[in-house]
């Protein structure tokens, strides 16, 4: 373990730490290039519908392996003193935590007459969640994620408190992993129960009406108390106390091998709501009624023909906000009693902007549109007659306005690239809204301003991307610009403050994100043109970008550089392999890179099929094998200086995906520019990392870029 003030390797120059590698050389490189590693290449091949495709790192994907392990160990003997050596690194690191170093609250919750919130003093590795019994009143800690390890790796993922507010439930994550266990704790005392629930991922837990247990999903345990993810999870009721081995299996699917359900209790106690997921592109609704003792399931909507969420409930009217019929999404009410779709009420109509979301507070519905990726609030009655507005301080994005039928407040954030987070108090009463919490950081953000601009993409398609810079920027092709982008699951980038964005806006830099096809921004039909067969046109998007950028003189291909994560880090590698000429360095994060066998790790991620498809279909396969990074890396192209980033404990997106991309491209690269690897231990996807990962990560980062892109430093003081 390392504390927040140190790193694992110390600098040293890069002719000693090359000299001293123990490694053998991976390409044809030129006599400065650095030395890399060796990665065993196997002869393992595939036969995909008569296509025979070379896997010679399969063996990275036995991740727990001695072979793997020596290999991070050299990867990283490599990248980190390099990293480290970059003159304009320890100035970065200064300067992240300067900015950085400011205080941080979430949306206060009301449950049971308590407020709970996190809270973070500015460099606190973990935010801490606190209880008072008013607002603004005094506070104590509740839960202090810091006090978990001394290096601040275990983190709290979500927590549900239970109807009298006695009790809260709290995921804990070790190490940045996806899996989860549950814990309880005691308001008042703030010890904690004996109960501990493992073997769950992605579920939500949900007090019974009494509070005596709580529902849940998980996965069926095997050997050694061990979980399967590559099966479904099953819903479960824990009653406090008891062992989880005594937990009640309330509902299982054993109709369909890739369906996985998740219970809701309403919040009149009637009904537990089943949320059926399978993909990202639609759902199944069922309901149980919790007075049953037959424990009958009523399938709600099982077409699997869009995608359905339970706003709120109102006896046996459920209040839905779907996609069905129209791609910009609508809320319904649907009488359980008898649903039939012409017997929906509409409520709030589909119009020409995106219904992204719908709340439900007091008497209200709080309808949050994306108007061309940005937040805009409307508000609602039960029955569906409009009330007006919520006047927003800008162009930007907002979360909150959540809450219980009987609360006279609610509350809301606003952020955008420019402006750190606000949070506002909202009154029901007389439907006026107050700041409640302003984040004041150490930086004039007043110099800088975004601007939203259209582009044609490759086929035509118009598409919106922000971009952000000093407001007396010269626009000569000289700037040293970051493109960022997603572009996946329906996911949309709207404009929300980042720290890392801030640092680059410092550096002189521009950064431009670009709303591309796959997301959400536009609704179901700009997600589908950008999943399966079409997923192509996420990446011409993204090419278009550069080429626009650098057409309108914001920078050059010699300043331009790219960076995504996960979704995203697919979307680095593909723009990379396709167009290695364009850019001037890039960074993949946490990237799904290998495409034909990204499924194979767990269920969680074959549900990615409904934006990727499958390799095991022979129309998916053909389309993956055209774009998948590592499968089109050419030997002795020139690519870009790359820097490659993952953590070793992340199951969402395996580690082994950047592993195989590192190795391919470090033994194809045709040229001098460097491609390096940085694996971080004890970290996953990235939710739950301490401060001070981050805050090394990020330097490291944009070190590796003002290097490459060779910008100059400010004197940030």
């Known amino acids: 373990m390392y504390p927040a003030n140190s790193r694992p390797f110390k600098p040293i120059l890069l002719t000693a730490f090359v000299a001293l590698l123990l490694a053998c050389s991976s390409g044809d490189h030129a006599e400065n290039a650095l030395t890399y590693p060796h990665a065993m290449r196997s002869d393992q091949v595939d036969d995909y519908f008569g296509v025979l495709v070379a896997d010679p790192y399969r063996w990275m994907e036995d991740i727990e392996s001695e072979a793997v392990g020596k290999w991070i160990k050299a990867e990283n003997e490599v990248s980190f003193p390099y990293l480290a050596a970059i003159p304009a690194r320890e100035a970065l690191i200064k300067r992240f935590r300067e900015l950085w170093d400011y205080e941080k609250f979430g949306l206060p919750r009301h449950e049971a007459g308590r407020y709970f919130y996190w809270h973070n003093d500015g460099l606190q590795d973990q935010s801490i969640l606190y209880v008072s019994d008013s607002l603004g009143g005094e506070a104590r800690v509740l839960i202090d994620p810091n006090e978990f390890r001394e290096d601040a790796t275990n983190s709290v993922g979500s927590y549900e408190v239970s109807h009298d507010g006695s009790k809260i439930a709290y995921s804990v994550s070790e190490g940045g992993s996806d899996w989860k266990d549950w814990r309880v704790r005691n308001v008042e005392s703030g010890e904690d129960y004996p109960d501990v629930i493992t073997g769950t991922k992605f579920t939500p837990v949900s007090w019974s009406i009494d509070d005596k247990g709580y529902y849940y999903s998980r996965y069926p345990m095997v050997e050694n108390a061990a979980a399967d993810d590559n099966q479904q999870v099953a819903i479960y009721y824990h009653r406090l106390g008891e062992s989880q081995d005594e937990d009640e299996l309330i509902y299982e699917i054993t109709d369909h091998a890739t369906r996985n359900p998740y219970g809701t209790v309403t919040d009149d106690g009637r009904f537990l709501v089943i949320h059926v997921s399978d993909g990202f592109d639609s759902n199944g609704i069922y309901y149980m009624p919790l007075d049953d003792q037959e424990r009958t399931v009523s399938r709600l909507f099982d077409e699997w023909d869009a995608i359905y969420s339970i706003v709120d409930t109102d006896g046996d009217t459920f209040y839905v906000h779907t996609n069905k019929n129209t791609p910009h999404w609508q809320l319904v009410a649907v009488d359980i009693t008898r649903n039939n779709i012409d017997a929906w009420q509409v409520l709030i109509p589909p119009i020409d902007s995106v219904l992204d979301t719908v709340s439900s507070v007091g008497e209200r519905f709080f309808a949050h549109y994306l108007n061309d990726a940005t937040s805009k609030i409307e508000r609602y009655t039960r029955d569906g007659d409009y009330l007006g507005e919520v006047i927003l301080p800008g162009l930007g994005t907002v979360s909150g306005f959540s809450g219980e039928r ?36 150490a930086a004039d953000v007043d110099a800088y301003e975004t601007t939203q601009v259209f582009y044609s993409s490759k086929d035509g398609t118009l598409v919106p991307m922000f971009i952000t810079h000093r407001k007396d920027i010269v626009l000569d092709g000289t700037n040293p610009t970051l493109l960022y982008g997603y572009g996946g699951f329906n996911v949309s ?217 060779d910008i100059e430093l400010p004197d940030f003081d």
Request: some cysteine; hydrophobic content about 35%.
């Open 406 to 441: 009987q609360d006279d407040e609610t509350f809301f954030s606003f952020s955008s690239y420019v402006s750190p987070p606000r949070i506002f108090r909202y009154s029901l009463k007389d439907d006026t809204s107050e700041i409640y919490k302003v984040a004041e950081i």
């Open 493 to 709: 980038q709207t404009p929300r403050y980042s720290t890392k964005f801030m640092v680059w806006l410092e550096t002189g830099g521009v950064v431009a994100v670009a709303n591309l096809r796959g997301g959400g921004e536009y609704g179901e039909t700009w997600h589908k043109a950008g999943t399966r067969e079409h997923k192509q046109n996420v990446f011409d998007d993204f090419i278009a970008a550069a080429e626009w950028l650098i057409e309108n003189k914001y920078t050059s291909k010699s300043k331009l550089a790219i960076n995504g994560g996960s979704n995203g880090g697919l979307l680095v590698g593909a723009s990379m392999t396709q167009r290695p000429d364009l850019f001037a360095a890039a960074i993949s994060n946490v990237g799904v890179l290998d495409m034909l066998r990204y499924h194979t790790t767990s269920a969680n991620a074959r549900a990615w099929s409904s934006d990727y498809g499958l390799s095991e279909n022979e129309s998916d396969f053909r389309a993956q094998f055209a774009y998948s990074p590592l499968h089109n890396v050419e030997k002795g192209a020139c690519y870009p200086p790359t820097l490659i980033t993952t953590g070793d404990r992340d199951n969402r997106v395996m580690p082994w995906h950047s592993f195989k991309f590192a190795a391919e491209m470090q033994q194809a690269q045709g040229c001098t520019n460097p491609i390096l690897i940085r694996i971080e231990t004890r970290a996953g996807h990235g939710s739950g990392k301490p401060t001070w990962m981050r805050i090394e990560q990020a330097a490291d980062e944009w070190a590796f870029l003002v290097e490459q892109l």
